[in-house]
């Protein structure tokens, strides 16, 4: 196409979402091509995106639909997985959004923003734990999949000038998921988790559905928010239960929102001076678990209980999936691809987890070693059976190589 175009897009934008889009990976989407095949004619797939998205004439195709089974049987969350061309076209609208509304959010929405994480409103949560007794633990059934596109329509255009942005964002709430025996599924409501934009639009609508009229109702009332996963502190149980009243007709208001009537808890920090009984004292948040703790000091110091995030996921089972490429005795050869990645899944979990509370790893690291200990049995005749000898060479490994493993800077085999 020649000719002016209808919207000013930037070149260096769309080259930039790519990159974003790239080092964030992801799957194929209805389409079925990877990062790798759409590189194969990058400079000519990007103009194509460029000049239909800068022409209004970018239409988003189907969301892959995937379904993911949630933990312990409570049945299956919904995921949409967009084309590699929409996901690079989803994050140049973001980026243009987000430049207006990043500067308006509130300081206790961690969710998707820069220069803030989950790590961080842990630590806030954590600080609020100790100065507030009660806790309500939210849980917003359905969040992405109930959203009300006319509110998160109005709230982009409230902060954004240009028609584009709203043009596209109106296209992606309403493409239909794509089932895997190709069957299409319309929509007139949410936002499929996995899309680029997805989270920013979240983050605008609980904006002003939750935190802007928290602020106005209940300005005493602290909180801590990770998109759709809030934690509320209140000083009674009375305004506790006050503010949930208040926060679930607020929610309905907004879309038909609804709190999880099993998930959404009243929870007491109880610690060694909050020592009531109360039907919940803990609670999770962003992986780590709120309870209380009993912990001591050497030389007869007294034990008292604090209330104190510890880890509620265990590790990933990395080291039964890979161990060291070869243990021959107490000697590890060259990694193995498959060791490299196990290794900065260990780091990073470790990472996140031993934030706080670094002490609580040690029972999980453990396991890593039990795996590998297990790995060394099953691969080696001389080791079979011999659980002692094997954990035996494991220690060898260590000691003449104790990087070979991340958690081996906490916990020797």
């Keep these: 196409m020649s000719g002016p175009k209808s919207f000013e897009i930037s070149k260096h934008m769309v080259f930039e979402a790519y990159r974003k889009v790239k080092a964030n990976k992801g799957g194929a989407g209805v389409d079925g091509e990877s990062i ?3 590189e194969v004619d990058l400079k000519g797939n990007l103009y194509k995106l460029w000049n239909r998205m800068s022409s209004g004439c970018y ?3 189907p969301v892959r639909m995937v379904e993911i089974d949630k933990p312990g049987g409570r049945g299956v969350r919904i995921l949409g997985v967009p084309t590699v061309a929409d996901r690079i076209a989803q994050t140049v609208a973001a980026m243009g959004l987000e430049q207006g509304v990043e500067k308006v959010f509130h300081p206790d929405s961690y969710g998707y923003r820069p220069g803030r994480g989950a790590l ?4 806030r949560c954590r600080e609020r734990c100790w100065a ?3 806790v309500i633990d939210m849980d917003i059934q359905g969040f992405f999949d109930n959203l009300d596109h006319d509110l998160v329509l109005k709230a982009v255009a409230h902060h954004n000038d240009q028609r584009w942005i709203l043009l596209y964002v ?3 709430l309403k493409a239909p998921l794509q089932r895997e025996g190709g069957s299409l599924v319309a929509r007139d409501r949410g936002s499929p988790q996995g899309s680029a934009i997805s989270p920013l639009l979240a983050n605008l609508f609980m904006h002003y559905a939750f935190d802007v009229w928290m602020a106005r109702v209940f300005p005493a009332v602290r909180f801590e928010r990770y998109c759709d996963d809030v934690v509320v502190h209140c000083r009674s149980e009375a305004e506790a239960q006050q503010v949930r009243a208040a926060i679930a007709a607020r929610l309905a208001e907004c879309g038909g929102l609804r709190l999880h009537p099993d998930k959404t808890r009243i929870v007491y920090c109880k610690d060694g001076k909050r020592r009531d009984s109360y039907e919940h004292t803990s609670f999770a948040f962003l992986g780590y678990g709120f309870r209380s703790r ?3 000091r050497r030389r007869g110091c007294t034990s008292s209980a604090s209330t104190r995030p510890s880890v ?4 990933s089972a990395s080291g039964r999936r890979s161990a060291p490429g070869g243990c021959t005795g107490a000697v590890a050869r060259p990694w193995q691809p498959s060791h490299e990645r196990s290794t900065r899944s260990s780091a990073g979990w470790i990472n996140y987890y031993g934030r706080f509370y ?3 790893l040690c029972s999980s690291l453990n396991r890593i070693n039990d795996y590998l200990v297990r790995w060394i049995m099953q691969k080696y005749k001389r080791y079979r059976r011999r659980w002692m000898r094997a954990r035996d060479a494991l220690g060898r490994a260590a000691k003449l190589d104790p990087g070979l493993f991340a958690h081996w800077q906490y916990v020797k085999p």
Excluded: I, L, N
């Design 294 to 296: 009993r912990f001591g």
């Design 36 to 38: 790798e095949q759409f």
């Design 120 to 123: 961080d409103a842990v630590g």
């Design 132 to 134: 507030a007794d009660w």
């Design 170 to 172: 109106r296209r992606w």
């Design 312 to 315: 509620t996921k265990p590790p």
């Design 358 to 360: 670094r002490s609580g």
């Design 59 to 61: 239409f988003p195709p």
